[in-house]
């Protein structure tokens, strides 16, 4: 074993440029295969923290209720196709009082019990039509992180402030400690302070969300005890379907998991992760290819000595074991130094985090070295094995003789 | 010292088939005693190599009997050869004789670094010994590509001497070498039969290296001749 590992290096040193060259090729091929996982890795984290990162994991709400139906007492057989009502009612009545057993089920951050509701933001004779949401007070940034995109005064909702989008407040003239009317679509007003304005970049919130304290709006939409919803952060996302499931079980209320709102998404992600892995199987895939093809040469031209080694006594497992250290050698040089190339290329992109428009959302951290360099190794000895094993079948008489 | 060392009987040797058929050994019979130093004579194409061939079991006889200290060579399979060869017998070829990014050392000690796995350090000091015998001595830790013809021979009968065989069988060891250069190569051979009594069967087409040996074996017609 040691002695067929010294003839190995011995033969990949004898051609030194040729084994530089092809311990280049594998290393660009693992540096692809390096640079895909961190970018698919980076791009789904990113695309996550952009939509699921603001998002409830899973919300509990009143159940759509289907209208009853008035069937006529007729003979005959009648055909009903009924579709099902998106129409729900705002109004969890009893459901703060889960709150306590929702927070017991493991997996659950944190809930923030809400009241939402439309109305319009008065001042003069600027007027606005607003989605209003009321949270309570220390959870201002529980579901969507207000606090990180407050642009103008603080996150914070005491009674009688507001948080306004920064589009909604340049349309309203509006600057941090102004007063604002606040007309509820139930026709109750209340003169509110802006506390801060937050800029999400994204979606329409900018331009039509207020935040209230929830006092304010049990007060706006005339909602002494319920709320309209509870929203829940979990700490593994992708256990929402299930923990919903749970909730639902132990509570019997209605509890929607996030994948349900964005299963396109998902499926976007999935379909993204599949193209990584096939760019990801076509640089293995090449570097196999690469390696045979260099064995394949080596041992054409090793041929003579070869059929030397076989009459001086080297068994047929010696000469296999001869090949196949080379491609090994060849396979963990190229995965090792392409890794480290990988490394120090992908470490200089600032990481989905903190991306820069137009960068790309490379994640250092998901880019998979100790795989890409041990399927690399593996690829390599597979890669070999077939050269090897003709080298091995050299006839000596003929080898010699040539 | 003496003793049978190796017999074939009836050794017949087939090339291809049908119209290109090429019979080269016909029927040949041959015994060698231990310690013989004997040269292998005869035209051209008469079946010098293919002998040489079959009596190392690198290749197999069409049909025949051949036995080696006390052995069968015909039954045996690749494997069981393979170590009966790397044991009792030693090779020097005219051409593609080394391995051409080793040393002269390297070269000499790999019979025996193939069978233990490694580069012993008494492997060394044999080699050493050898080299040293072979006037090589300030040639030890050369490459054998920086060698020139008559010193790579030298080597290559190092090598073949490295784990003491029985037997050495050179096919034209001397064929690229200047007369000066052929007869030190010879002499050294004579030497080690001389002293360790090994056999050697040496062919060769030059009669005055065939005359420095004891024994000549001439192939003519696919059969020894004289
Ligand atoms: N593998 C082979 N396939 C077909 N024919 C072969 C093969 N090896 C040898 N021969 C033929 O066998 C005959 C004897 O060849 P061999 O090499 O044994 O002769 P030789 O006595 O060593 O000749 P030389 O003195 O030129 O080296 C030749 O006609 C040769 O063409
Ligand atoms: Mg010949």
């Known amino acids: 074993m040691l002695y067929a590992l010294k003839i190995a290096t011995r033969y990949l040193m004898a051609s030194a440029s040729q084994t530089a060259l092809l311990v280049t090729g594998v290393a660009v091929g693992v540096f692809i295969f390096i640079f895909m996982s961190a970018l698919i890795g980076g791009l789904a984290e990113f695309i996550m923290a952009r939509t699921v990162g603001d998002m409830a994991h899973i919300t509990i709400d009143a159940e759509p209720t289907d209208p009853p139906l008035l069937l006529p007492r007729a003979p005959g057989r009648i055909l009903l196709v009924q579709q099902k009502t998106d129409q729900r009612s705002n109004v969890l009545p009893d459901a703060a009082a889960f709150i306590p057993t929702i927070e017991a089920i493991p997996g659950v951050l944190v809930t923030s019990q809400e009241i939402t509701g439309s109305g319009f933001l008065i001042r003069g004779k600027l007027v606005q039509q607003v989605s209003v949401t009321g949270v309570e007070p220390g959870k201002v940034s529980a579901i969507v992180r207000i606090g990180s995109y407050i642009v103008e005064g603080r996150p914070d909702l005491a009674a009688g402030t507001v948080l306004l989008g920064k589009t909604l407040a340049d349309n309203m003239k509006l600057a941090v400690g102004q007063t604002v009317r606040l007309q509820a679509s139930t026709g109750i007003d209340a003169a509110l302070t802006v506390a801060g304005i937050f800029k999400i970049g994204s979606g329409g919130q900018d331009r039509r969300q207020a935040y209230v304290s929830l006092a304010t709006a049990r007060t706006l939409f005339a909602m002494p005890q319920a709320i309209s919803q509870i929203e829940i952060r979990l700490a593994d996302l992708y256990a929402a379907d299930a923990t919903a499931a749970r909730i639902e079980a132990t509570t019997g209320l209605h509890a929607t998991p996030w994948t349900e709102q964005a299963a396109q998404l998902l499926a976007a992600l999935k379909a993204q992760a599949q193209t990584g892995l096939l760019l990801k199987s076509f640089a293995l895939v090449t570097i196999v290819i690469g390696i045979a093809s260099a064995m394949l040469l080596s041992t054409f031209r090793r041929r003579p000595e070869i059929g030397i080694m076989r009459a001086m006594g080297a068994k047929r497992s010696f000469v296999l074991l001869v090949f196949i250290a080379q491609g090994a050698i060849v396979g963990l040089l190229g995965g090792v130094s392409g890794a480290a190339i990988g490394y120090l290329v992908l470490s200089r992109f600032p990481g989905p985090g903190a991306l820069q428009p137009g960068g790309l959302p490379i994640d250092v951290a998901q880019g998979a070295f100790g795989l890409a360099i041990l399927l690399t190794t593996i690829g390599a000895i597979l890669a070999s094995i077939l050269p090897a094993r003709s080298a091995a079948r050299v006839d000596p008489a003929t080898a010699i003789g040539q | ?226």
């Open chain 2, 1 to 226: 010292m003496s003793g049978l060392l190796l017999e074939v009987r009836d050794l017949v040797k087939t090339f291809g088939a049908g119209e290109t058929t090429t019979h080269v050994l016909r029927g040949l019979n041959l015994r060698l005693e231990k310690g013989e130093l004997s040269a292998l004579l005869g035209p051209s194409g008469s079946g010098k190599s293919t002998l040489l061939t079959i009596l190392g079991t690198l290749m197999k006889p069409t049909s025949g009997r051949y036995e080696m200290l006390g052995a069968d060579m015909i039954g045996a399979d690749d494997a069981e050869l393979t170590v009966f060869r790397n044991l009792h017998i030693g090779f020097v070829f005219q051409f593609h004789n080394l391995l051409p990014d080793f040393t002269a050392l390297e070269n000499v000690i790999f019979p025996t670094a193939v069978r233990e796995g490694r580069e012993t350090a008494s492997a060394r000091a044999r080699g050493t010994e050898i080299l040293v015998r072979m006037g090589l001595v300030d040639r030890v830790d050369f490459p054998v590509a920086k060698l020139s013809g008559g010193q790579k021979q030298r080597v290559a009968v190092a090598r073949a001497l490295m784990n003491r065989p029985e037997l050495v069988l050179a096919d034209e060891p001397t064929g690229n070498l200047d007369r000066a250069s052929a007869i030190q190569v010879m002499d050294l051979i004579a030497e080690i039969n001389r002293d360790e009594g090994t056999t050697f069967l040496i062919s060769t087409h030059d009669d005055k290296i065939a005359a420095t040996c004891r024994r000549q074996i001439v192939v003519g017609d696919g059969r020894l001749t004289g």
